[in-house]
Nanobody, 115 residues
Framework: QVQLVESGGGLAQPGGSLRLSCAAS????????MGWYRQAPGKERELVAA???????DYRDSVKGRFTISRDNAKNTVYLQMTSLKPEDTAVYYC?????????WGQGTQVTVSS
């Protein structure tokens, strides 16, 4: 079992920044990748950014150059630094951990971008 606790969501103005954190606990040694997904009202959940245990990263095109995913192995925490936020970034953001044959999800944190 893996537990994921997200924090850092909230309200930001267009062009602003937020940083999301995801702290992992439990059977973390089997995690081979972590990521951030988001789901806006009426839309499907989509991958925003991912990072492997080796540090390789991947981003969806709409956030490239604006969002940065990183990890602190000592703290078992993954971060999503979001800059130049746009109203279309508004969604519930979910942390995800991938183990062989298993996916774990956090509870989600709301990000709202509005003036």
């Amino acid at each position: 079992q893996v537990q994921l606790v997200e924090s850092g969501g909230g309200l930001a103005q267009p062009g602003g920044s937020l940083r999301l954190s995801c702290a992992a606990s439990g059977s973390i040694r089997n995690i081979y990748g972590m990521g951030w997904y988001r789901q806006a009202p009426g839309k499907e959940r989509e991958l925003v950014a991912a990072i492997t245990s080796g540090g390789s990263t991947d981003y969806r095109d709409s956030v490239k150059g604006r969002f940065t995913i990183s990890r602190d192995n000592a703290k078992n925490t993954v971060y999503l630094q979001m800059t130049s936020l746009k109203p279309e970034d508004t969604a519930v953001y979910y942390c995800n951990a991938r183990l062989p044959g298993l996916f774990y999800w956090g509870q989600g944190t709301q990000v709202t971008v509005s003036s």
